[in-house]
């Protein structure tokens, strides 16, 4: 283990930060009677990586993911058979703006800022991310964006592109998340690791399942926990 | 004057949210024995607009601020006739991150957080700005810079590209600045403009002096004036 401590954590954001599941189901089961909103969140999100890979492969050029959750949107509604007026998808489509937090996310958020520099890195752009910030409290230090990178992750401009806006080696940046292939990729690139556990996630029909934790440089079962493990 | 009120302000930062005169006579006279730091801070600034006008015009390739200052305290230091190591070339630069708030700036911008999305519209870069931010206590929701765009002020390219980045309307959003070149081309890009008065920004020796500020949406002493203008 690296027991040099990082100056800058950079967190992914959705699964990691907020709560995305249960914050889509409920909005969509506000706005649509009668639609299974666990069914129907885990549907939209499932559409999320296959569009932004038609982005990294140059297929689609940068689109940024307010536009490409509204893509999604507009294939779901029609495989759900879901008739809905263009003011309320646009309404639907914000409500990633409005995702919730983690029960632990602020608090920790908020003793981690307290030795470290704080900032996002998630493939949601900068107007969804600062929207969410606000509505959500949480106090970043800085927030990054795929949209100034225009390079998704995993691609390793965005990893890299950390290190170099704060002059730091990239063993000098930790990324937070609660996924294995953004933390592989951050690896990959020199970056330190720190893994999250958020076993539901995906909703509560799903219990995630892990890889071998060991390979990362932290491992903690909430933000407090990787608070604790780094001496805050 | 326009009555709807917007709902993004974008700060100007240098002289508007922070005193960089005083900040860098400080630092320069802390560093640097029985310089003058007072004039030191207004040559090294002297030079900053002219570098920038290098890259606006393409002369110079994209180049960020911490370089364009390090570029400029190189010559200064020559034309002082001073001898300085490399490490404290590197210290001195990065005074630049560590400039203080005006009195007002940080409960200002309390206040105004309130009610609007604040983020700062600077030719800074963004670690500088993430730097100052946490040194300062700033409470951004936001922190755009000139790096974000690959353009800097007044390019419309800055102004129009807060109006995109939260999916809104040039006069759905207002620069509050210090500098009346700064607020006009915001202004003829569309957006609101809010003057605020920094008779001291170039230090005890000058005052400042201002043309006509009735064109501007709002002319305000500080923060708190503004605010109260604004109903907060």
Redesign the interface.
């Known amino acids: 283990m690296n027991i040099i401590p990082p100056k800058v954590l950079a967190f992914d954001v959705f699964g990691t930060v907020v709560d995305w599941h249960s914050s889509i189901w409920r909005e969509a089961e506000a706005l649509i009677p009668g639609v299974d909103g666990n069914r129907f969140a885990s549907a939209w999100r499932a559409g999320y990586k296959p569009a932004m890979d038609e982005v990294r492969s140059g297929q689609r050029g940068w689109t940024k993911i307010?536009d490409l959750h509204r893509i999604i949107l507009d294939r779901v509604l029609k495989d759900f058979d879901i008739a809905l007026d263009e003011q309320k998808r646009r309404t639907l489509n914000r409500a990633w703006h409005r995702l919730n937090p983690w029960p632990d996310t602020v608090e920790g958020m908020q003793r981690l800022k307290s030795r470290f520099?704080l900032?996002s890195l998630s493939n949601g752009?900068?107007?969804l991310?600062?929207?969410m910030?606000?509505h959500a409290a949480l106090p970043w230090?800085?927030?990054?964006s795929a949209e100034?990178f225009h390079h998704y992750k995993p691609d390793p401009e965005t990893y890299l592109g950390v290190a170099d806006?704060?002059?730091l080696q990239p063993d000098q940046v930790m990324l937070v998340a609660a996924h294995e292939d953004d933390l592989d990729a951050a690896k990959a690139c020199g970056l330190q690791t720190a893994f999250i556990r958020r076993e539901n996630e995906y909703g509560p029909d799903i219990l995630m399942k892990y890889g071998d934790l060991t390979r990362f440089t932290y491992s903690a079962n909430d933000l407090h926990d990787l608070a604790a493990q780094l001496g805050v």
């Not at 230090?141 to 990054?144: A, T, Y």
């Open positions: 307010d520099m900032t752009n900068l107007g991310l600062a929207n910030a606000k230090d800085l927030i990054l100034v806006i704060f002059e």
